[in-house]
């Protein structure tokens, strides 16, 4: 327990430290946030905080009024995590917390027994409250330093709550509503694990270039059933919908039963960590660091549960028989299981480790060409099964101007993901490349691009580059209709309609030319390229 609260007290200050720009390292995320802690990024940390701030305030509360000192401890520890939660601007989180605390005040209504019968207890939760609501009040209206434009930051996380056409509310629905078309195609057993990403390219919506830019990558459907749906399909739903469901019993008939003041407490903070949790998942996925401790509170409310019971002379004498028949299996037998399930987890852990630091070795740009092949082909060799170590050979090889092998690289990855069009995008870079050293490749280049169009037919930049593909085999009219379906897909895109002005004007449609170069002005002047 008091390793469990120093964890929880150094996840605080170290966001703190982040906020005020104290942060002693060098993070390297994918995501613009002043605060993220340890955890990666700033809605994974919010999602960490629902899961944990219920049990503080649980254990606040069943603190003993005598220990004042310890009281004081938790307490500023609770306000803490409120405060670092509500400047990760985790809009999920902030939702997750608030359905966390409105099941735990309701559930502490309908047992009709007051949890704390303290009211010293409860005064200084009231006021504990009051003054974190200041707190965040003034953040809110204070001018100048950070404290401000966490201010106005929140007051816009709050409104865009309620827009839906636009920023990432709206690139949420656009996800979830393509992810029901991916449902529909595997309905029972779903893709398999970390399958999103490739597949969701065929039925990737235009509009979320608007909402989240070109090079977005879709690799969650940020909502916990939709995720399960097309990694498990129904079969896991189900599952997970039935575990929850005896869970929820369990959890309410241990609330419900339980005698002392301390157990009810704990129950009340278990079950609002949990549903948080559900609620935010709603918007967002699951990291490790959430789901290790959101499967410790399942485990700890079965547990718990079995404890209680443990007093009935029934239940004792189940474990009692249950203690002997587990004292007839072949101890020897067992413990080898064990062991050697040990040993196989352990080579294998070793052999990932290995080839992680190989690859690592790959990106280093100051080794030699020929050293970070070695440690590319090092690293496949250790776990073959890894694609991020093939396309990096590839790139290698790319680089040594050795297209065939770069070639035999992708078309290996592509055959373990089943037609991905990003790895036919890869390819078809390389057969431009190799077009100066073998004519004959620029076949393969179409051929590939009308692939992707294939597999994706709504991505905008796979039009363009078929356009820019045929153009150079002289089919100009072709080509502008390529670009048409590009800037159809994506109508701020100045390139395209830099090249459909080109296109335009040598096949003589100056008005049509005009159109296409007045959109690229005014679009140049209000995008990023």
Not at 59 to 69: G, I, M, P, Q, Y
Not at 286 to 295: H, I, K, R, S
Not at 296 to 315: C, I, M, P, V, Y
Not at 492 to 505: E, G, N, P, Q
């Amino acid at each position: 327990m008091v390793s469990s609260r120093m964890g929880k007290r150094a996840v605080v200050i170290y966001g703190l430290l982040q906020w005020v720009g104290l942060d002693p390292f060098q993070w390297e995320v994918h995501a613009n946030s002043s605060m993220i802690s340890t955890v990666g990024r700033s809605n994974f940390l919010g999602s960490y905080l629902v899961l944990v701030i219920p049990l503080t305030a649980a254990f606040w509360l069943a603190e003993d009024v005598r220990k004042r000192s310890r009281r004081l401890l938790v307490g500023s520890l609770l306000i803490g995590q409120f405060a670092v939660l509500t400047l990760t601007l985790a809009r999920s989180a902030w939702i997750g917390l608030a359905v966390a605390a409105c099941v735990a005040l309701l559930l502490g209504l309908l047992t009709n027994r007051p949890a704390v019968k303290r009211g010293r207890a409860q005064r200084w939760f009231l006021v504990g409250g009051l003054l974190l609501s200041i707190l965040l009040l003034s953040t809110s209206l204070t001018r100048g330093g950070p404290a401000a434009k966490s201010g106005s930051d929140i007051q816009q996380r709050l409104q865009s709550l309620f827009d839906l056409n636009s920023g990432s509310t709206a690139a949420r629905i656009a996800i979830w509503q393509a992810s029901t078309k991916l449902v529909k195609d595997r309905p029972l057993l779903g893709f398999g694990p970390e399958r999103l990403d490739p597949v969701f390219w065929r039925v990737f919506p235009p509009q979320l270039v608007y909402y989240q830019g070109r090079d977005v990558v879709v690799d969650r459907a940020h909502n916990l059933w939709l995720d399960l749906a097309i990694t498990m399909g129904f079969c896991g739903v189900i599952a997970f919908a039935v575990m929850c469901l005896v869970w929820g019993r369990v959890a309410w008939r241990g609330l419900v039963t339980s005698i002392e003041p301390r157990t009810r407490l704990l129950w009340l903070g278990i079950i609002a960590a949990v549903t948080g949790h559900l609620v935010d998942m709603e918007f967002s996925f699951e990291v490790t660091t959430t789901a290790v401790v959101f499967w410790l509170l399942l485990a700890t409310g079965f547990a718990l549960s079995e404890k209680q019971q443990a007093g009935s002379r029934r239940n004792h004498e189940r474990i009692m028989v249950g203690f002997r028949v587990r004292r007839e299996v072949p101890t020897l037998l067992l413990a080898a299981i064990l062991v050697m399930a040990f040993i196989v987890l352990s080579i294998s852990t070793a052999r990932l480790v290995r080839a992680d630091l190989a690859f690592r070795e790959t990106q280093n740009e100051q080794l030699a060409m020929e050293v970070r092949r070695e440690h590319a082909i090092r690293a496949i060799r250790l776990w073959p099964m890894d694609l991020r170590y093939r396309v990096q050979l590839a790139a290698i090889e790319t680089e040594r101007r050795d297209f065939r092998s770069a070639e035999v690289q992708l078309l290996a990855v592509d055959q373990l993901t089943d037609d991905d069009p990003e790895i036919w995008h890869l390819l078809a870079d390389l057969y431009a490349q190799s077009e100066s050293v073998e004519p004959s490749q620029q076949e393969k280049t179409e051929q590939t691009y009308r692939r992707m169009i294939q597999l994706a037919p709504n991505v905008a930049r796979y039009h363009h580059g078929l356009g820019l593909v045929l153009a150079q085999r002289g089919d100009i009219e072709q080509a502008s209709h390529e670009l048409e379906q590009t800037v159809k897909l994506d109508a701020t895109d100045v390139s395209a309609y830099r090249d459909l002005t080109i296109f335009y004007r040598a096949l003589g449609l100056n008005a049509e030319a005009d159109t296409a170069h007045f959109q690229a002005r005014y679009w140049a002047t209000r995008t990023v390229e």
